[in-house]
């Protein structure tokens, strides 16, 4: 979009850009301090406000919990009678206006031996009428409830979960159930429980009473999530903090909730159904009751000042911005003026007119002079350049047009007909070779000797290039030409490696793994020179082992004698033969494809026919290097034996 510009326009873009691209940084990192710090204000303040107001209820809850406790001690060090708890248990609730109501519920036949229940309460009919009654007389049987059973079991002082006393006028109450025990002498026995009915509407106005900004709010959840304050009345101990979550389908308030009821502590931010906004949250635990107290905030008040302040400073940026572009385009016209005279005159240039006699600005010392003279100089050696440039282009074109013939005549050399021997249902042989240049010294093959024994092979000549391909030709050609004139795999080895190293002044050299396969039988004598040792499936067992045994070096290294072993495969056995190009190819990584890599992948796909196998592999190596430059030539021959049909 930029190209048909002005140099003096593309300068005062470059300039303008940087200027804002510092603007943007500078006025991004100063927001996200900003903002930073002002959640860590934001986060202590609401931290010191929820912890205040939690210490504030728990005071409530301590000194709630201290006249069933009083009770339950003086029951302990005592053995009043039954007026003496009457009236000790009605002077306690008259002193305990936070007291709705207090009970001391006896184990069955520890108070009276002939009684089984003896459970006094009294409670508050109205804030100056007290009322008594027995709860023993309650067919229900209060030692199978829940705030009896639980401290009994547990043997400590606990806050039953909140609920609504129809009896007191549908308040919202909570239980302090404290066992007391007497002592026998040998040990402590269990003797009942005391409890104390407290009514939570004064915790309500409290936390109902937190008021943050313009739209923030608190709100108190009990140990299992249940709402105990909210500003929509209709949550109360209707909801929990979990049905909300599902409800909303908010996992965040989830996660929330987990946290709050394991009694911990956290600033998170979360989006509120309730604001319909993105707020942030303060939540920290009551630690008398395992209740947990949360404080919200909405982000956008509390955000409303620092973002009015920072679109100030956009604004005001913005035009100083423009006043800078206008002043940097007069300035770099002015700057460019000579350059835009010279562009015209190399136009002519770059059409081929190289008989312009003089270029202007030549007698300045500045930059601009500089380039004229250095486009007079190009005057003089463009034309030479271009002539030079074009007897190379001729000269790489024929160079590649070789290659190409020569790719042609290596690839004839090799079978490359699929399927090889349609005739043939003994065995099903399929091969692939892909080389890293134009043509490679990798090399496979396959005939047959006589009637029923199959030559089949792989190699890898040392190098790449026109050197590698030629030095395999000749390999491939002489096992071709004296196949059928030796009587072992060792032997014919042994022979060509002669020939291969007479004569052999560039000192090459090829791994080579040959087998001869009997199709009637089976038999399989193969010859190992430095090869790569290739897999054997077997069908039937389903084992995956490799012919490991090296009976030579490489061919063309120096004379000597080879030796070959057989082995006899079964119908449906398959072996896999390959170059180091498999193994040996590279990622991005700088990895290996690698032995175990290549032997889990034939172990997984074991079933496959010999071409899917021979594709997969190719396909597998290709995904691995990932588009990294083929490092080597890549040779897969896989042959699967079917044996003779009967």
Not at 43 to 72: C, G, M, R, V
Not at 129 to 146: L, Q
Not at 486 to 507: F, P, Q, Y
């Amino acid at each position: 979009m930029l190209t048909n510009k002005s140099l003096a326009f593309k300068l005062s873009l470059y300039i303008l850009t940087c200027t804002i691209l510092i603007f943007i940084v500078v006025f991004t990192h100063n927001w996200l301090v900003s903002r930073r710090l002002l959640l860590k204000s934001l986060e202590d303040n609401a931290q010191n406000l929820a912890i205040s107001t939690a210490n504030k209820l728990d005071q409530f809850f301590i000194s709630a919990s201290a006249a069933p406790s009083n009770i339950a001690l003086y029951l302990e060090i005592s053995s009043p009678t039954e007026k003496e708890i009457l009236e000790y248990q009605s002077l306690i609730l008259k002193n305990s206006p936070e007291i709705y109501g207090i009970c001391i519920a006896f184990e069955p036949y520890r108070f009276h031996k002939k009684s089984l229940l003896f459970a006094p309460y009294f409670y508050r009919k109205t804030p100056a009428e007290i009322v008594y009654m027995d709860i023993s007389n309650d067919a229900s049987h209060y030692f199978y409830a829940d705030w009896y059973q639980i401290p009994k079991e547990i043997n400590k002082p606990l806050w039953s979960e909140p609920y609504f006393d129809d009896g007191a006028g549908n308040v919202l109450m909570s239980t302090y159930s404290v066992p007391f025990y007497k002592n026998t002498g040998k040990e402590k026995k269990f003797t009942g429980i005391v409890t104390a009915d407290i009514s939570l509407s004064w915790l309500q106005k409290q936390v109902a009473s937190l008021k943050f900004f313009k739209s923030g709010y608190g709100f108190l959840i009990s140990k299992y999530g249940s709402i105990l304050t909210f500003p929509d009345p209709g949550k109360i101990m209707n909801d929990t903090i979990f049905s909300m979550a599902e409800e909303e389908k908010n996992p965040e308030l989830r996660k929330i909730g987990r946290e709050m009821t394991k009694g911990k502590s956290g600033f998170v931010p979360f989006h509120s159904t309730l604001l319909q906004r993105k707020c942030w949250m303060y939540y920290t635990p009551l630690k008398t009751t395992d209740w947990a107290l949360a404080v919200v905030f909405p982000e956008d008040e509390l955000f409303a000042e620092l973002s009015r302040l920072h679109w100030n400073i956009i604004f005001l940026s913005s035009c100083g911005i423009l006043i800078l572009f206008l002043m940097i385009i007069a300035i770099s016209h002015k700057i460019t003026s000579p350059l835009r005279k010279l562009a015209l005159l190399t136009k002519d240039i770059g059409s081929g007119h190289f008989d312009i006699q003089q270029l202007p600005e030549l007698d300045r010392n500045d930059e601009i002079g500089g380039l004229s003279r250095a486009f007079a100089s190009m005057q003089k050696s463009l034309s030479q350049y271009i002539k030079n440039l074009q007897e190379t282009t001729a000269a790489k074109e024929r160079i590649e047009s070789e290659l190409s013939i020569a790719r042609d005549i290596q690839r004839s050399i090799i079978p490359k007909l699929f399927p090889a021997f349609p005739e043939c249902a003994e065995f099903d042989v399929y091969a692939i070779l892909e080389s890293a240049k134009a043509v490679g010294g990798d090399l496979y093959d396959f005939f047959f000797i006589d009637d029923d024994h199959l030559f089949f092979s792989v190699g890898d000549v040392s190098g790449k290039g026109v050197p590698a391909s030629l030095f395999m030709a000749v390999t491939q050609t002489l096992f071709r030409a004296t196949a059928k004139k030796h009587t072992s795999a060792g032997e014919m080895v042994s022979n060509i490696n002669k020939d291969l190293c007479r004569d052999n002044e560039m000192s090459m050299f090829v791994t080579y793994f040959l087998c001869i396969l009997n199709i009637r039988t089976g038999e399989l004598e193969f010859c190992n020179a430095g090869h790569n040792p290739p897999y054997i499936i077997n069908h039937k067992s389903g084992e995956l082992k490799q012919l490991r045994k090296i009976h030579g070096l490489p061919l063309g290294t120096f004379e000597r004698p080879y030796t070959s072993e057989k082995i006899t495969i079964s119908a449906g056995d398959t072996i896999i033969l390959y170059s180091d190009g498999v193994t040996e190819a590279f990622n991005a990584a700088d990895e290996q494809f690698s032995d175990p890599r290549l032997e889990s992948l034939i172990r997984e796909n074991k079933n496959l026919s010999a071409r899917q196998l021979a594709e997969l592999i190719l396909s597998e190596v290709k995904k691995f290097a990932n588009g990294c430059e083929q490092s080597d030539d890549i040779t897969i021959e896989v042959l699967t034996y079917h044996g003779l049909k009967k």
